[in-house]
């Protein structure tokens, strides 16, 4: 059984479009978290949510919004899609006090 | 702020040792570190507490001391698979981890 799901895997888009990306844990985790990996593959934490707190990196444009409707599911909205978006989105989750963290297995975001 | 990785790129013969080095300015509650094979995700190796604890996996071990902000990652006896980047994780109060540049080893044969 998949741990961290993540949908889709590869995601192609104009620039100026609204996307999504869906992400889904069947750990039993409380906290998720969503990571941008850029060209030089250097991993940026975007959001951290559990069901008390979302915590938001500041130098993320609010043009990104997680979305939880669940505590199993964080899901990655993203307005006005610009080219510096394009990069590898990697959902993660452990349990709360930064214990062990499961990524998903990215989604590669390309907008053109 | 990020965590410092030091070095950036090491290549490997089979059996040789190497170590990698995680910086820190701010006080650290928790280092982790992960492995990321080429196209795929990071995967958890070790958290280390404060406390100067080492801790070891198969042949990998890390070490952290809390007074110098920095964690070290040793791989002794390196195998092929052990290619891939290493990233240094530092965990404050919260639930932020916040991620190093990342060192990439290469085990040649």
């Known amino acids: 059984d998949t741990a961290v799901s993540q949908t889709p895997k590869y995601l192609v888009t104009q620039m100026g479009n609204d996307k999504s990306i869906k992400c889904e844990q069947n750990?039993?985790?409380?906290?998720m978290y969503w990571y941008k990996q850029d060209s030089k593959k250097f991993l940026k934490i975007m959001f951290s949510y559990n069901n008390k707190e979302l915590i938001i990196n500041e130098t993320v444009p609010n043009r990104f919004s997680p979305k939880s409707p669940d505590k199993a599911h964080l899901n990655l909205h993203i307005n006005s899609l610009e080219l510096g978006d394009s990069a590898v989105y990697f959902c993660a989750s452990s349990h709360t006090g930064g214990t062990e963290a499961f990524f998903g297995q990215g989604t590669r975001l390309t907008v053109v | 702020q990020q965590p410092v990785q030091s070095p950036q790129a090491v290549i490997l013969r089979e059996g040789e040792d190497a170590v990698i080095n995680c910086s820190s300015s701010k006080a650290l509650y928790s280092v982790h570190w992960y492995r990321q094979k080429h196209g795929e995700a990071p995967v958890f190796l070790m958290i280390l507490l404060k406390g100067g604890e080492q801790k070891g996996h198969e042949k990998i071990s890390a070490s952290f001391n809390e007074k110098k902000q920095q964690s070290s990652l040793y791989l002794t006896a390196s195998q092929l698979s052990y290619s891939g980047t290493y990233f240094c994780g530092t965990g404050n109060a919260g639930n932020m981890l916040t991620f190093g540049g990342g060192t990439r080893l290469m085990v040649k044969p």
């Open positions: 750990l039993g985790h409380d906290t």
